[in-house]
């Protein structure tokens, strides 16, 4: 069982997570670096992997995404920030926080895979055959569908702001 060390921008060490469902094969050197979505608290929150290992354990949650093509961070600026981490004696997501411009929030979906049978879900859930905002749903709820192997999630930063410069006017 591959386990994956995802640094949050907390200040908490690396938290251990399973890879993506339907990811796992994902070699350990090719997640190195990326940022990547989990389950934290309730919501969803961006961690860069900074490692393989740790404790195996039937309470560990599956991360819901990887966010990146290619590494976010080198392994050597990894090791850098762990180091920072241990001369200053503060924990990684701590450094993590403080050295690296804050990630962009997250738009977050879920739906049911397309055949699946809303019929099986509780009262009121039907809505999900349809993309909805993962927000207004029990984490719990959506910990046990991903478990399942019924719910299609979409990960993806929200967009930015963007100012439009009337043709001619220089920013000054």
Known sequence: MRLLQVALPLPLPPMTYLPPLGQEGVDGEEALGKRIAVPWRGEV????????????????????????????????????LE??????????????????????????????YPGADPAL???????????????GFDPKLLDYLREAGVLQEEVAFKEGRKVLIPPGEAAS
């Open 83 to 112: 180091e920072a981490a241990r001369y200053l004696f503060a924990p990684l997501g701590q450094v993590l926080a403080d050295f690296l411009p804050p990630f962009p929030e997250l738009r977050h979906r879920v739906r049911l």
């Open 45 to 80: 929150r961006v961690g860069v992997v900074v490692g393989e290992g740790g404790r195996p354990s039937h309470a560990l949650r599956h991360a819901i995404a990887y966010l990146d093509s290619r590494p976010y961070l080198r392994p050597e600026e990894i090791l850098f």
């Open 121 to 135: 879900l509780p009262r009121g859930l039907e809505g999900l055959v349809t993309w909805q905002e993962a927000k």
